[in-house]
């Protein structure tokens, strides 16, 4: 079946450090891949997104491209700041499978002054 | 828009009891789902729908029901409440089932029983 394994956490970096977060996926049929932030005490929030292969998503300075030969989606920024400080998310819907999405267990990343 | 909402935002129930998760969202989407929330395991997903009157079971549906009556409501009701169903809840919602669409979550909802 459809799976997203993420990089355990948690993950602390100094502000401006460079910010790698893997993200491996296993799917039977077309996925669309997906990147959501939880903030503290909230709901998630999608981060970007890509929907098919070689596809790159951006947004806020964070970027991911999806690598259908690799099977993985990493997220990337080049210069954390502390608001960056939250729980990121993999996830993926197949459109064979289009009914459910499925998440990462998350990655905790702190970004300290 | 007020985007996907949420009631109660904290809930604090006896085991056996019973309630309702209340969550509507504005957007005319399609697609809704209720998720649960537990320390390293991410987001798993007990109910979902695709659309008013058809709901399905998701990876965890025991002890839960729901209800998709109107396109706007998604209830989830627990039916004799136990202390392995403490969580944080989200609502989600979608345009469309189909792959691609983004799921919109509503602020959750904090379950403690006891």
């Known amino acids: 079946g459809d799976s997203v394994t993420q990089m355990e956490g948690p993950v602390t970096l100094s502000e401006e450090a460079f910010l790698t977060i893997n993200c491996t996926y296993t799917a039977t049929g077309y996925p669309s891949l997906f990147w959501y932030v939880q903030y503290p005490g909230e709901g998630l929030q999608l981060l970007l997104k890509a929907t098919k292969a070689d596809d790159k998503g951006s947004n806020k300075g964070f970027e991911a491209t999806y690598r259908k030969e690799t099977t993985s989606f990493h997220l990337e920024k080049g210069s954390v700041q502390v608001s960056d400080s939250a729980v990121y998310f993999c996830a993926l819907s197949d459109l064979t499978t289009g009914n459910q999405f499925y998440f990462g267990t998350g990655t905790s990343l702190t970004v300290i002054p | 828009n007020a985007g996907v909402t949420q009631t109660p935002k904290f809930q604090v129930l006896k085991t056996g009891q019973s309630m309702t998760l209340q969550c509507a969202q504005d957007?005319?989407?399609?697609?809704m789902s209720w998720y649960r929330q537990d320390p390293g395991m991410g987001l798993r997903l007990i109910h979902y729908?695709?659309?008013?009157?058809?709901?399905d079971q998701g990876e965890v549906p025991n002890g839960y029901n729901v209800s998709r009556s109107t396109t706007e409501d998604f209830p989830l009701r627990l039916l004799s409440a136990a202390p392995s169903q403490t969580s944080v809840y989200f609502c989600?919602?979608?345009?469309?089932?189909?792959?691609?669409?983004?799921?919109?979550f509503g602020p959750g909802t904090r379950l403690t029983v006891t």
């Open positions: 957007m005319n989407h399609e697609y």
């Open positions: 729908s695709v659309g008013a009157g058809i709901t």
């Open positions: 989600a919602s979608s345009y469309s089932y189909r792959g691609g669409s983004e799921q919109y």
